[in-house]
């Protein structure tokens, strides 16, 4: 089964540095998506980012872009410019292209962004 | 354009008893996907539904069902309820299947 594990509960960044989020996978796929979603306090989970397997090209959104290692089942978030509002619970998400009705989450890093 | 909306944003039962949950799905969406947030945790897959069928199924029991609606709307329902059955209830919809899910707000259910 597939698992995704964020092995960091709590990062902290200055305002307007950058931070970088981990995440890891395990799967025997070949094709599949992942994602990044925030949750601030008020609960709703927010896309971030997402990114194909099958594409070697990182994604990126405006100061928010991943390291994609697929040999290393790594999938990174680097947040540039941290920004006061960026301070939420991040998840990592993981979802087969074959099976795709079964989105797999991380247990979330929760992220302080200090003025 | 409306996105993902939930009821009710907070409800408190005693176990024992039953409790539904709904779900509008963002306009044009025909998938319906929902998850159980515990405190402190990532999300779990419950069940999704696709065109009014229930497409897939998470490691939850069968007091957990749902329905969708022809508007694509759905509903999940829980049948005696236990205290660990505390907790976020995330509804997400898609285009499709296989497309990004959009998360509504959430409904927090406490069982007393």
């Known amino acids: 089964a597939q698992t995704v594990t964020q092995s960091q509960p709590e990062m902290s960044v200055q305002e307007a540095e950058t931070v970088t989020l981990s995440c890891t996978y395990d799967?025997?796929?070949?094709?599949?998506?992942l994602f990044w979603y925030k949750q601030p306090p008020s609960r709703q989970m927010i896309l971030v980012i997402r990114?194909?397997?099958?594409?070697?090209q990182n994604a990126t959104e405006n100061r928010f872009s991943v390291n994609f290692q697929k040999a290393a089942k790594s999938f990174s978030l680097k947040i540039s410019d941290s920004q006061l509002g960026d301070a939420a619970m991040y998840f990592c998400?993981?979802?087969?292209?074959?099976?795709?009705?079964?989105?797999?989450f991380g247990a979330g890093t929760r992220l302080t962004v200090k003025p | 354009e409306t996105g993902v909306t939930q009821s009710p944003t907070h409800l408190i039962k005693t176990r024992g008893q039953q409790v539904t949950l709904r779900c509008s799905s963002q306009?044009?969406?025909?998938?319906v996907s929902w998850y159980q947030q515990a405190l402190g945790q990532g999300p779990q897959f419950i069940f999704q539904?696709?065109?009014?069928?229930?497409?897939g199924r998470g490691n939850f029991p069968p007091r957990f069902s749902g329905l969708q609606f022809p508007n694509y709307s759905s509903e999940l329902n829980v049948n005696a309820l236990e205290l660990d059955d505390s907790a976020l209830y995330l509804c997400?919809?898609?285009?499709?299947?296989?497309?990004?899910?959009?998360f509504g707000p959430g409904t927090r259910l406490t069982v007393l």
């Open positions: 990114q194909e397997a099958y594409k070697q």
């Open positions: 306009s044009g969406h025909n998938t």
């Open positions: 539904y696709y065109r009014e069928e229930e497409n």
């Open positions: 997400a919809s898609s285009l499709g299947r296989s497309d990004t899910q959009y």
């Open positions: 998400a993981y979802r087969s292209a074959d099976n795709n009705n079964d989105m797999r």
């Open positions: 799967t025997s796929e070949s094709d599949y998506y």
